[in-house]
Antibody, heavy 120, light 110 residues
């Protein structure tokens, strides 16, 4: 059974840093793009970043460019989101998800999420 | 401030049919397939429909999707109380070079 498990969330002060991790099991991790999607409390979904199967390409939503970095370690079947210079508006649940592009673009498996709270 | 526009809520009685709309533009829905997710409180989103009208394995055929021009719709027939959830649409956006979501629609089963 495929599983994605996020970790690393918590309370961080504005301007601080945090590293989120997502460990995958039950899938051939190295053959899929992976995404991070976040959800502010009581709000909708916002795509944050994604990374190509081999880590050679990465893309970000404008609001996090220059502050967040996505990376992956295929040997460990893990994807990471390094967050720096965080702001109050970065608060929310962060989900990692597997991307599919065989029939359009979509996210077919999601983790349970990890909560990031940016507050002093 | 979401790129795709959904109604905040819709309501219908059990056993009836309801549709949820999703409006976008030529850079997203107009040229790319739409997918739909449902989310229960405190749970992660779950894929419901992809590429406009394809159902992942295990999803009930009471759910169906369609796309026309720059809009898409999710239809749920034979409504059940357990269908109460928030439904999100999403599509790739060529101008933004990334995926965009709707703000979500809360389905209330009366």
């Amino acid at each position: 059974e495929m599983q994605l498990v996020e970790s690393g969330g918590g309370l961080v002060q504005p301007g601080g840093s945090l590293r989120l991790s997502c460990a995958a099991s039950g899938l051939t991790f190295s053959t899929y793009w992976m995404s991070w999607v976040r959800q502010a409390p009581g709000k909708g979904l916002e795509w944050v970043a994604n990374i190509k199967e081999d880590g050679s390409e990465e893309y970000y939503v404008d609001s996090v460019k220059g502050r967040f970095t996505i990376s992956r370690d295929n040997a460990k079947k893990s994807v990471y989101l390094e967050m720096s210079s965080v702001r109050a508006e970065d608060t929310g649940v962060y989900y990692c998800a597997r991307e599919r592009t065989t029939s359009g673009w979509y996210l077919d498996y999601w983790g349970q999420g990890t909560l990031v709270t940016v507050s002093s | 401030q979401f790129v795709l526009t959904q109604p905040p809520s819709v309501s219908e009685a059990p056993r009836q049919r309801v549709t949820i709309s999703c409006s976008g533009s030529t850079s997203n829905i107009g040229n790319n397939g739409v997918n739909w997710y449902l989310q229960f409180p405190g749970k992660p989103p779950k894929l419901l429909i992809y590429y406009d009208n394809l159902l992942p394995s295990g999803v009930s055929d009471r759910f169906s999707g369609s796309r026309s021009g720059t809009s898409a719709s999710l239809a749920i027939s034979g409504l059940q109380s357990e269908d109460e959830a928030v439904y999100f649409c999403a599509a790739w956006d060529e101008r933004l070079n990334g995926p965009v979501f709707g703000g979500g629609t809360k389905l209330i089963v009366l």
